[in-house]
């Protein structure tokens, strides 16, 4: 048995993390299609080139889209009888890689087979698929995706473009009412896409049925606008200039009724509407349901650039040199001061986390879209799931490359190293397919309707005991009861309130209590609601939107801490799994080392018990440090991937060559002497003098 440290971490320098091991991990259920995309994206061909024009990255980017299509890395997804695989967890797994070769080539792609070709396959007929999935799969019909208005965005169900039928032709019309109507942001749409996909409000018979969605050509064969339809260039953007955003307006613009994607909704010759689901919001939501496949993979995508941040900043703060501490000959490499540790190892643990979360929710999403459990209940769930992780997933990926980016210094805005270019790429992940305080307020609705749905069949009974367990546990908190108790049981050792942080079972407890919590308190604020008129009833809900949001927050939290622990399930190897624990330790009291005052003003922490947790975090950080590299190499990624000169090793090549030089000069003659060491000498001469 090694020596353990005064807080109860482990033992001391024995701890080794198997590589290879820890790689097949977190590469997940999906490891070998990851590594057929990962070795597909080594050709220099899928790249980014920097400082590109945006016309010109514009045309590389589709010409990257076309060799996809020829090494038929597209078409996991799709059915079969189309040359498909029919696999969506796999099609996802591999997509997300694209984001390490140019994100620009992932959000291409992802307009053109996930959104564009995906409504297709998953709102149209069978018909349809025939008439238009192969020319979508093998990209001879570029497409766009239009839903976004410049009035509205995520609030697809108030979009303007209506869609009328006209019974006299059996066509719909297709119209732009006002200019906040316009289609736009639309992916493809300025330059390449031939056709598109346009949601509209379906209107026959003096009925408007929501909105819906149609296939419509809007390009020529000259690639000239058709009749009636304006496109319009979205222009340079803060990031992702391959793609050619533009925005679409229509002008009374007539497609066939059989252009109705009508899988969710029909009409019939003479206008007659049908539908298998006879709810209205129950139709939108379910039609909606595929967008949730573009969550999912902003997601992934953002914890591989996360990955790929993480890489270069712990490669290089294990090189590169700065300030002599503890050697009058050797510099201190950067990783080895507290406050680098401090800014990287604790987002290493996030994305992490955030890997095993994200597993969980790509095998969900296979799980609803192959049918082996497509029931309402695992829909709802895997929308409420995706909702909640794509937040924290994308504000941590740019969190992450800036910080990582800034523990670089100079050389981390070098465009070379890619971290201003990732960020920049990465930075409309938070806003798009659904912004993240948006996706956050549908998961807190979630969250305060499973609570009260506890009791809405419960007897008088259960009632009667929850409320005075409640009543209970609020007097304990409120008056600081269970902090007394804490101090008491603490006695004043150090070592025994870090050790009580350590207990997975308080990390739980302690992280479910505080999202338990916080519903309970807003969904008491809001009991009363139901009861006002509809303004009222928005008035009140929005007094209260920043707290729901952060319950949403403390939600996401739980469930990746929770996703953290079961992935520490699959770890075999005792030492590699002693540092990926120490890892998911670092991720829950830091998640709380965040939030504590909360956990202070409601009584969960003791003061006491609160002073040890930044110093133990410490600790732990310090234990993780010497393998902080193993971690990021288990992340799988080749030079090819990573492409930054700071994880190239040129940095140790350079240090070595300094310490090389220095070593030679300190031992030859002609090593000058410091003027500080003349001056020591004259003042130990002068001492000598006086004494004589």
């Not at 540790?341 to 996030?350: D, F, N, V, Y």
Request: proline share 3%; charged share 25%; hydrophobic share 40%.
């Amino acid at each position: 048995m090694g020596e353990h440290d005064d807080a109860g971490t482990g033992p001391i320098d024995t701890a080794t993390v198997d590589t290879a091991h820890l790689e097949e991990i977190l590469l997940g259920r999906w490891a070998e299609t990851k590594r057929v995309a990962r070795e597909l994206l080594k050709d220099p061909q899928f790249h980014k080139t920097e400082n590109l024009t945006k016309e010109d990255h514009r045309e590389r980017t589709l010409k990257q889209a076309h060799a996809l299509v020829e090494a038929n890395a597209v078409h996991r997804a799709f059915p079969e009888e189309f040359g498909g695989d029919a696999d969506h967890g796999a099609n996802i797994a591999a997509f997300e890689e694209l984001v390490t070769a140019d994100p620009s080539l992932q959000i291409k792609a992802g307009v053109q087979w996930g959104l564009f070709g995906a409504a297709v396959m998953h709102l149209g007929s069978h018909e349809h698929q025939k008439k238009w999935l192969p020319g979508i799969m093998d990209l001879s019909v570029p497409g766009a995706y239009a839903m976004t208005e410049i009035g509205h965005g995520s609030d697809v169900a108030s979009l303007g473009t209506t869609a009328t039928y006209d019974a006299a032709t059996d066509e719909f019309i297709i119209h732009t009412p006002f200019e906040a109507a316009t289609k736009r942001f639309l992916g493809n749409a300025a330059l390449h896409a031939t056709a598109a996909v346009v949601f509209a409000q379906l209107i026959t018979e003096g009925v408007n049925h929501g909105v819906h969605c149609f296939y419509m050509e809007i390009r020529d064969e000259q690639g000239n606008p058709l009749p009636g339809i304006t496109i319009e260039d979205d222009g340079h953007k803060g990031g992702l200039n391959g793609v050619d955003n533009g925005r679409l307006r229509f002008d009374q613009v007539r497609v066939p009724r059989t252009n109705l994607l009508n899988r969710y909704g029909d009409v019939a010759e003479g206008g007659a509407y049908s539908s298998p689901i006879e709810s209205p919001g129950r139709r939108f939501f379910t039609m909606l349901g595929t967008l949730v496949q573009g969550r999912v993979s902003l997601t992934g995508a953002a914890v591989a650039a996360a990955k790929l941040g993480l890489i270069g900043a712990v490669t290089y703060g294990n090189q590169r040199r700065q300030f002599n501490a503890t050697s009058t000959t050797e510099e201190e490499v950067l990783l080895d001061y507290q406050l680098h540790q401090r800014r990287l190892i604790p987002r290493l643990a996030t994305t992490v986390a955030l890997g095993f979360a994200h597993d969980n929710l790509l095998a969900k999403l296979d799980d609803v879209f192959s049918g082996k459990d497509d029931s309402d209940e695992n829909r709802q769930e895997l929308e409420t799931l995706a909702a909640a992780i794509k937040p924290v997933a994308t504000w941590h990926a740019l969190d992450t490359l800036q910080e990582a980016r800034e523990a670089c210094g100079g050389a981390g805005f070098i465009s070379e190293n890619r971290f201003t270019s990732l960020r920049a790429d990465l930075d409309v992940y938070v806003t798009f397919e659904g912004d993240n305080n948006v996706l956050l307020q549908l998961v807190a609705k979630r969250l305060l309707a499973d609570y009260a749905a506890e009791f809405k069949n419960a007897d008088v009974g259960a009632l009667a005991s929850y409320v005075a367990n409640q009543a209970g546990s609020r007097v304990m908190h409120r008056f600081g009861l269970r902090k007394a108790l804490q101090e008491v049981q603490d006695t004043g050792d150090e070592r025994r309130s870090a050790n009580w942080f350590k207990q997975p079972e308080v990390q739980r407890d302690l992280l479910s209590g505080r999202v338990r919590q916080m519903v309970a308190d807003a969904a008491g604020e809001l009991r009363h609601v139901a009861k006002l008129p509809p303004e009222k009833q928005a008035t009140v809900f929005n007094e209260h939107q920043y707290q729901i949001i952060n319950a949403a927050k403390a939600h996401a939290d739980l469930l990746l801490w929770e996703a953290f622990t079961e992935g520490l399930e699959q770890v075999e190897h005792p030492g590699t799994k002693q540092v990926m624990t120490w890892l998911r330790d670092i991720y829950a009291l830091t998640r709380i080392e965040e939030t504590l005052d909360w956990y202070l003003i409601n009584g969960r922490v003791s003061g006491q018990r609160a002073r040890t947790l930044t110093p133990y975090i410490n600790r732990l950080v310090a234990r993780v440090r010497p393998h902080a590299q193993d971690v990021v190499d288990s992340f799988g990624y080749a030079p090819e991937h990573v492409r930054m000169e700071v994880a190239s090793g040129a940095e140790q090549a350079r240090q070595d060559a300094a310490n090389e030089y220095y070593r030679k000069l300190r031992a030859s003659s002609d090593a000058p002497v410091e003027e500080k060491t003349l001056l020591d000498r004259k003042r130990a001469q002068k001492r000598a003098a006086k004494k004589q």
